[in-house]
C-alpha cells in the first residue's frame, strides 16, 4: 500500500483546509485510515481515522472541528478541518492499517499545516 498526502499549507486561525491521502496497491486490504500528526517538540497523536465501513473516531480536540471522511471509488481519504486554531500546526501524516492477521501499519509523506494567529 502507497499513500500520497496533500492539502497542507498556511491558514489563518479560524480558516479551513482539506487534506487528501490517496491509497494505491493493495488497497482492498484496508481496514482503517486516517491522520496523525506531529508538532514541533511533540510527540505523534492520533488525529482522525475511518474504517471502510465509514465509521468515524476523533480525538477530542478536534472533536465538532474536524470531519473524516472516505471515497471508496477514489482510494482516497479526506479531512476537512474547520475553526482551525494555532495548536492545529503540525506535520500531518495519513496512515492506513491492513489487517491480514497481524496489523500491519502504512504511512504517507507528512503535509505541514500551519495555522497563524
Known amino acids: 500500500v502507497q499513500l500520497q498526502a496533500s492539502g497542507g499549507g498556511l491558514v489563518q486561525a479560524g480558516g479551513s483546509l482539506r487534506l487528501s491521502c490517496a491509497a494505491s496497491g493493495s488497497t482492498s486490504s484496508i481496514n482503517t485510515s486516517g491522520w496523525y500528526r506531529q508538532a514541533p517538540g511533540k510527540q505523534r497523536e492520533f488525529v482522525a481515522g475511518i474504517t471502510t465501513g465509514g465509521t468515524p473516531t476523533y480525538t477530542d480536540s478536534v472533536k465538532g472541528r474536524f470531519t473524516i471522511s472516505r471515497d471508496n471509488a477514489k482510494n482516497t481519504v479526506y479531512l476537512q478541518m474547520n475553526g482551525l486554531k494555532p495548536e492545529d500546526t503540525a506535520v500531518y501524516y495519513c496512515?492506513?492499517?491492513?489487517?491480514?492477521?497481524?496489523?500491519?501499519?502504512?504511512w504517507g509523506q507528512g503535509t505541514l499545516v500551519t495555522v497563524s494567529s
Open positions: 496512515f492506513a492499517f491492513v489487517v491480514i492477521g497481524a496489523i500491519q501499519d502504512y
